[in-house]
């Protein structure tokens, strides 16, 4: 089974902290992602990579920065963060893109965030 | 910009009744996917949907893919509550361009 794990589970964090989200999976996937889940907004894709050291900028990518340095491990970064960045971030990973999307995507349990 | 619409938003149905929940993009779509969430947990794969016209079926859920490829849908038939959930899908238009609907929460009533 693939796993797909992040570093918290809740997180509480003051305005203008720095603050770093891990994702970890365990099966050698090429493409990870990263969403915030709000209510009545569905998922919203932050930023993707889809190998070591790439990375794209999904829809909602500003306030935030990714990190992808081993394959494995893929971290979104809050540089500054804010209230209206209060949210839950969704991590997800699959293996393969298809017609131009992701293949079957597994996800995390999800960071809950509150930004005081 | 590109838009996935889903609706109802909320629906409530009693055990046993049928549910329907429909995906609408704004433009045309290479491939569909539905997702179901559970209260507290996390989307999980259901389907993914590639040609016009596709239907596909998974036990009492049916899953259909639009013609013109812009709209889908999800069809459960008699109702569980082990369906209770938000049913997500996600769609991909162009390349690198995949986004999600907004869901559908349903609610199952015993």
């Known amino acids: 089974d693939v796993k797909v794990t992040q570093s918290s589970r809740y997180l509480v964090k003051r305005t203008g902290e720095k603050v770093f989200l891990e994702c970890v999976q365990d099966?050698?996937?090429?493409?990870m992602f990263w969403y915030r889940q709000d209510p009545g907004l569905g998922l919203r894709l932050i930023y993707f990579s889809y190998d070591v050291k790439m990375k794209e900028k999904g829809d909602i990518p500003e306030g935030y920065s990714v990190s992808r340095e081993k394959k494995e491990r893929f971290s979104l970064i809050l540089e500054s963060a804010s209230t209206n960045q209060t949210s839950m971030y969704l991590c997800?990973?699959?293996?393969?893109?298809?017609?131009?999307?992701?293949?079957?995507?597994?996800f995390g349990p999800g960071t809950r965030l509150l930004v005081l | 910009g590109q838009q996935v619409m889903q609706i109802p938003q909320y629906q409530h149905v009693q055990e046993g009744e049928d549910f329907t929940t429909y995906c609408n993009s704004s433009?045309?779509?290479?491939?569909i996917q539905w997702y179901k969430q559970r209260p507290g947990g996390h989307p999980v794969f259901l389907i993914q949907?590639?040609?016009?016209?596709e239907v596909k079926k998974q036990k009492r859920l049916t899953f259909q893919f639009g013609e013109a490829k812009k709209n889908s849908s999800l069809h459960i038939t008699a109702t569980q509550t082990t369906d209770v959930g938000t049913y997500f899908c996600?769609?991909?238009?162009?390349?690198?361009?995949?986004?999600f609907g907004t869901g559908t929460r349903l609610k199952v009533l015993a």
């Open positions: 099966m050698d996937h090429e493409n």
């Open positions: 996600a769609g991909t238009s162009g390349t690198y361009k995949y986004i």
């Open positions: 433009t045309t779509l290479s491939n």
């Open positions: 949907l590639v040609k016009s016209g």
């Open positions: 997800a990973s699959s293996l393969y893109w298809v017609a131009g999307g992701p293949e079957t995507q597994y």
